[in-house]
């Protein structure tokens, strides 16, 4: 599961799919052009170029390794003196447990040693590190292969493309002269060339005519190969050819830690200044190396290396991912729920024990006992009762720039953001952050989790120095923070026994996850052990020990973390917890915002799900009795875009609904049967946009109906707006194909097995010159449809394989279809998107056989026993190749390979044998050696090696050769069959005719196959969305839309209101550079006071850094500031007053706040 099966390489296939459709469209071309007599050049270029691939791939290979071989000579020399220098030199000392073997500095990490480069003197700026271990190590020389391949065929396309354009027959040389047409590229490339001794003259006509010989073409190759030689060995010796090893990955700079000292330092500045090499207690910080070079070689990077692109949800891979998860999600889920085992791992006997005496089973200390790792006092003492400040962000974790670009908004002390009126206002950091559920897509693994989940926060704001990956909390939280001083309010005792009380002293910020559905795919292993069980998400503490959590806020304001999971509810266990918490933590007066996953408020009504079975049914119960009237905003991620709903209705319940609710209220408080009914009417706020690609809100409804009384809702706003979600949502017709390459594969197989049974249409271009001779436009439409038509009824009557294919596709994308549609429509409308694709299968054969066809008619493909005499005689590709090549070239490499030859390789072996006596060992055996060499370069002249490449771009003789052997075979007496064969002739068809001509034939239907399909099924998304309003899943994952990201800041203010600002980013970077004033580099570190003469193992947290984040933008723009996309002011309590003091000028999709009585009014448009 996870990334490993993620890890197809873009570039790769579209190398792959760009040789394979050069190869098909050259291959034709090839076909066409011995038939015009002016394109003769183009045929002798094209017979030079793979003979000169083969030839620039060895050229190029020798040359590297004797590049390589003149390095190593020099190195060993350079290392030899380096190693004594750095044995002489007493004062640079390391703290970590190092030794010294052969000039390597080697240090020991968990009893492993691990070699560092050493540079032999500090103020050499140009001397290169030593290539002594496991650091670093030189890239093998041909690496990588295929960078070589590309350089030698652009290398070799271009002498040929000059070839084709200079190359005069009628001289038999290249042109230099105007008189001879040659043009000003020709005359200076060979003009030179000419003058230099490469003439070759020519009497015509009684004229001297001159040119250059053929043979500058190679002396142009030859200076080509020497210039890319000489790159790279200018690469080489300027060290640029090391790689990091993956044995010594913990030297990286995941921890904050920079390994680039910048010119001015120096070994006495940097002293304890240096990256740590895996511990995790703090009396083994000391354990760390210094830097004794100007750079440390692997670590210098600019720029994120490995950044991963947006999640591809339309790949052939997901589905290994989706049958793992269908395993688990039957087999585990079904009988096991998670959520119910994490009680059972709760110690709380002796500090209850200790509590109860004189005091109440009530209050937050209380809760804090009995339920330790899930009840929180969020009012630290860096927090003021009467103001907080806290962030929430759901469905994070897909592509690293839209993931980090979020993580390090969050990680800012202060935010600056832009208002509708492009007014500046300013936002403090929360001292807490939310993270609604999704936390890394697609399925929950260790490397998603690391690669897109963990890292971008980690970039955003360091931990400190003492994390390490694979250390499993067993204490939480992980208070005090070993290699980080001042992170307390005021001076507390480092074996405090207390852990709350050390957390309510603690300065820096925290973090609290909910496990969202892609989180529980695996039952909750991956969020048990990589939140759980860990205490730092980047500088953020992670003090929570179960998947659901009560904070409790500043002025009488909780939140509420519920585990949905993938029931779509709470379980029993955790209802007990919430009611115990409302009933001794939350007063009368309190306030509560519930965050949950899922949405179930927009989900239940956009499907229009039953009343009797909408989910959260006990969540509900939970809100009608036991917070009854507390809860004032719900908050969900799940749907990746920003929404807010406000209810329409503000008047007490009457009539039948009262009923129910007071019956409901009286089941569990008697008491209180009589009392005056309260309600919740909460906000219902939607932020998903934390990293994932975003959802469109134009397909959901402005109205909808919540709850079991169906309570009115309107949508006061949303980001991005409808009329911009509509708009991208088109991008699918023509975006779909290219965002979506990995489903190349099954559009492929899918096409190709439809019309497989209809292979191959025998005289369907006969047929079309009958119906349309003069090619009119208008009746090659009319034949295309009645060929179309006659097609799919032959193979719904005789079809075999075909008609499988046919049937799975329309039964497969009928259930694709959206359930929100009406069944009727749904179903017409799949049985529609399934005929489109065989429509579009059906054209793509008939194209393909019609061309075929006509290369056989116009006589420009050889074949045999066609039936007719074509009016030219036509000539095999392969053949015509091979013969321009040994005309023009062979002599070339006959030359300057004497030694290949048969006769020359037996004289050097005998004379060899005849004077072996007389030679030493070391003779013997260099002459033996290069006799096996000579054997082996003969065996390799033997092989046909450039007549079999040839033979490849033949490939359209040889598909009108199967095809006409093909008809020959079916069609009784050569009459046309396009339509039917006779069954008992199919036996006379060879398999290996069929099976060759058939995959012959599907390298250039799925040339057309893959496009077309690619845009019928996003014109189909797009109407979808767009008329139906339906698909908003399949139709937006699709785009994998990084930008238009959102997330929440929520300030309790001092008056008691909850005042909630949802941030929107219009566009995310895409190029990223280390900030220059990162606090995290070494001497920022130094400067700021990381470390000082009293205590060298402590630093400044990073939470306390003026630039916390690794990675800026290249280029900044306004497009990435954040802007208030919506403000709303959200009473304690509810009342009649409809007021918005206070309140930032409208910023809603329809100019909306919230009003202290939940009315939709309009907001005051006054600044801040």
């Not at 190398?15 to 076909?31: D, E, H, K, Q």
């Not at 603690?506 to 892609?518: E, I, K, S």
């Not at 329409?648 to 319940?653: A, C, D, I, T």
Request: contains cysteine; hydrophobic residues 45%; positive net charge.
């Amino acid at each position: 599961m996870g990334e490993p099966r993620m890890a197809v390489s873009s570039s790769a296939y579209f190398n792959v799919m760009s040789t394979l459709f050069v190869w098909i469209v050259s291959s034709a071309v090839l076909s066409i052009l011995p038939h015009f007599s002016s394109h003769c050049n183009e045929m002798i270029a094209a017979a030079l170029f793979f003979p000169m691939v083969f030839a620039t791939v060895s050229a190029l290979i020798a040359g590297r390794f004797l590049v390589r071989t003149v390095y190593y000579c020099i190195h060993i020399k350079r290392a030899a003196l380096a190693a004594l220098k750095i044995t002489a030199s007493n004062s640079r000392q390391l703290d970590a447990s190092s030794e010294h073997e052969n000039g390597a500095l080697k240090v020991i990490r968990n009893g492993r040693p691990c070699s560092l480069h050493a540079v032999s003197d500090s103020s050499v700026t140009d001397l290169s590190q030593i290539e002594t271990g496991q650091v670093t190590k030189l890239v093998a020389f041909h690496r990588p292969f295929r960078i070589l391949v590309k350089s030698s065929v652009l290398l070799s396309a271009s002498i040929c493309f000059l070839y084709a354009h200079c190359w005069s027959e009628t001289l038999s040389a290249f042109k230099v002269s105007r008189s001879d047409g040659a043009g000003a590229v020709c005359r200076a490339v060979f003009s030179p060339l000419v003058f230099g001794g490469m003439a070759k003259s020519l009497d015509l006509n009684g004229s001297l005519q001159s040119g250059a010989h053929e043979a500058s073409i190679w002396l142009i190759w030859a200076a080509s190969i020497l210039i890319i030689s000489g790159s790279f060995a200018q690469d080489e010796f300027a060290g640029k050819h090391y790689s990091l090893a993956p044995e010594c990955s913990h030297l990286s700079t995941a921890a904050g830690w920079d390994d680039t000292i910048d010119d001015d330092a120096n070994v006495t500045e940097l002293d304890g200044k240096a990256a740590k090499c895996g511990k995790d207690k703090s009396d083994d910080v000391d354990d760390v190396f210094r830097l004794l070079g100007k750079k440390f070689i692997g670590n210098t990077h600019d720029s994120p290396q490995e950044k991963l692109d947006m999640v591809p949800w339309y790949s052939i891979l997901l589905v290994y991912s989706a049958f793992d998860i269908l395993v688990q999600l039957k087999v585990f889920l079904g009988r096991f729920d998670a959520r119910t085992q994490q009680t059972k791992f709760s110690r709380t006997t002796n500090r209850l024990t200790e509590f109860l005496p004189g005091k109440s089973c009530c209050g937050i200390e209380y809760l804090q006992i009995v339920y330790p790792g899930c009840v929180f006092d969020c009012k630290t003492a860096n927090v003021m009762d009467d103001d907080m400040w806290l962030d929430f962000v759901a469905d994070t974790g897909d592509g690293f720039n839209s993931s980090y670009q979020v993580a390090r908004l969050l990680a800012q002390p202060t935010l600056t953001c832009r208002t509708s009126k492009n007014k500046k206002k300013i936002l403090p950091r929360g001292s807490h952050v939310v993270i609604g559920g999704d936390l890394a897509y697609p399925d929950p693994c260790p490397e998603s989790y690391e690669k897109r989940f963990f890292r971008t926060f980690e970039d955003a704001l360091a931990p400190p120095p003492s994390f390490r990956r694979e250390s499993i909390s067993l204490i939480k939280p992980a208070l005090p923070v070993s290699g980080w001083r001042n992170c307390f309010a005021k001076s507390v005792s480092t074996k405090a026994s207390d852990s709350q009380d050390l957390l309510h002293q603690y300065n820096g910020p925290c973090a609290f996850a909910l496990p969202g559905n892609h989180d529980w795919f695996d039952g909750l292993a991956t969020f048990s052990r990589y939140i759980l069980s860990r205490d730092w998400l980047g500088g953020w503490l992670m003090p929570q020990q179960r998947s659901y959590f009560a904070l409790k806020l500043a002025q009488g304001w909780w939140m509420l973390g519920f585990d949905l999971a993938l029931s779509s509810d709470i379980d029993i266990d955790q209802f007990k917890f919430f009611a115990d918490v409302a009933t001794k933590g939350i007063e009368d007066s309190d306030a509560v915002i519930m965050v949950t996953h899922e949405p179930w408020w927009v989900i239940d009504s956009d499907f229009r799900t039953p009343v009797n079975d909408l989910a959260e049914k006990n969540l509900r119960e939970l809100m009608n009795t036991h917070l009854n009237g507390k809860v004032r905003v719900r908050i969900a991620g799940d749907l990746h875009h920003y929404t807010r709903y406000v209810p329409l209705r503000s008047r007490p319940l009457r009539g039948k609904f009262a009923k129910r609710r007071s019956r409901l209220r009286s089941a569990t408080h008697p008491e209180e049967s009589n009392a005056a009914q309260t309600k919740n009417e909460p906000e219902l706020i939607v932020s998903g946009g934390g990293g994932a690609f975003l959802h469109g809100t134009h397909t959901f409804s402005r109205n909808i109906k919540v709850g079991e009384m169906q309570e009115s809702y309107r949508r006061v706003g949303c980001f991005p707006n409808e009329k911009v979600s509509r708009r991208l949502s088109w991008l699918n017709i023509w975006h779909f194909r290219w965002r979506n390459w990995r489903l190349d594969v099954v559009w492929a197989i899918a096409y190709f097995g439809v019309v497989s049974s209809l292979i191959p249409l025998c005289g369907i271009y006969e047929d079309y010159l009958q119906f349309n001779p003069n090619h009119n436009p208008l009746l090659l439409v009319v034949w295309l449809s009645k060929i179309v038509i006659a097609l799919f009824m032959q193979i719904m009557a005789a079809g075999r394989i075909s008609l499988i294919f046919a049937i799975l596709l329309f039964l497969v994308l009928v259930i694709m279809t959206d359930m929100k549609m009406k069944q009727p429509i749904r179903l017409l409308w799949g049985l529609s998107h399934g005929f489109a694709h065989i429509v579009a299968a059906l054209c793509c054969l008939v194209f393909v056989e019609c061309a075929i066809e006509w290369l056989i008619d116009e006589g420009i493909v050889k074949i045999h026993d066609a039936g007719k005499t074509a009016a030219v005689e036509p000539t095999a590709l392969a053949s015509s190749l091979y013969q321009e090549y040994m005309a023009h070239f062979s002599h070339m490499f006959i030359n300057v390979t004497p030694l290949f030859q048969g006769n020359a390789s037996n004289e050097f072996h005998d004379t060899v044998h005849q004077s072996v006596a007389s030679m030493s060992a070391v003779q013997r055996l260099h002459a033996h050696a290069y006799a096996s060499v000579l054997r082996l370069l003969y065996w390799l002249n033997g092989i046909p090696l450039l007549q079999a490449t040839l033979s490849l771009f033949d490939l359209p003789g040889r598909i009108a050769q199967r095809h006409t052997d093909l008809c020959s075979a079916l069609c009784v007496e050569g009459a046309a069959c396009m339509l039917s064969h006779d069954p008992t002739r199919v036996i006379l068809v060879k398999r290996t005719t069929m099976v060759t001509y058939a995959a012959a034939i599907f390298l250039y239907f799925v040339l057309l196959a893959i496009p077309a399909a690619g845009g019928v099924f996003g014109t189909w998304l797009a109407l979808t969305l767009n008329i139906f309003k339906a698909q908003y899943n399949e139709g937006f994952s699709s785009l994998r839309i990084e930008h238009w990201k959102n997330f929440l800041k929520l300030h309790v203010n001092k008056k008691g209101d909850l005042e909630m600002y949802a941030l929107g980013l219009r566009r995310v970077p895409k190029h990223w550079v280390k900030d220059p004033q990162w606090d995290g580099n070494v001497l920022a570190k130094a400067r700021r006071g990381g470390f000082d003469k009293i205590d060298n193992k402590t630093s400044v947290p990073s939470w306390a850094w003026r630039k916390p984040s690794k990675w800026i933008p290249r280029r900044e723009s306004r497009k990435f500031t954040p802007e208030i996309i919506d403000f709303a002011l959200i009473p304690k309590r509810p009342s009649a007053a409809a007021s918005c003091d206070g309140n930032l000028e409208e910023t809603s999709e329809n100019g909306y706040c919230a009003s202290a009585g939940n009315n939709p009014i309009r907001a005051r448009t006054s600044s801040i």
